[in-house]
């Protein structure tokens, strides 16, 4: 059993509440949940308004396979968010 974990800082410069934040996060996450067999979930600066962590994890049988989702999720949220993704954390166990 592989598993694969991520996290992705990203910068969202035009976030002026937390509110508006909140609601970026909420959509991100349902989507990845929605099309990606993944784990995912805010893990960090909470409170901070332009800046959003995400964690992710998934589990499969090899290493190319593991690295292979990681990247597929990152493109897919480096496409439908309005940041930059400016730090990425990954960890293959």
């Known amino acids: 059993m592989i598993i694969g974990s ?7 410069p035009s976030v002026h509440s937390l509110k508006e934040k909140r609601t970026i996060v909420k959509s991100l996450v349902t989507k990845v949940k929605n099309k990606f067999n993944v784990s995912i979930a805010e893990v960090s600066e909470n409170d901070t308004h332009q800046t959003i962590v995400l964690g992710f994890a998934c589990v499969t049988i090899s290493t190319k396979h593991a690295n292979s989702i990681i990247d597929t999720v990152i493109n897919f949220i480096e496409n439908n968010t309005e940041g930059d993704i400016v730090d990425i954390v990954r960890e293959i166990l």
Do not use: E, H, P
């Not at 991520?6 to 969202?12: C, L, Q, S």
């Open 6 to 12: 991520v996290i992705v800082k990203i910068y969202v």
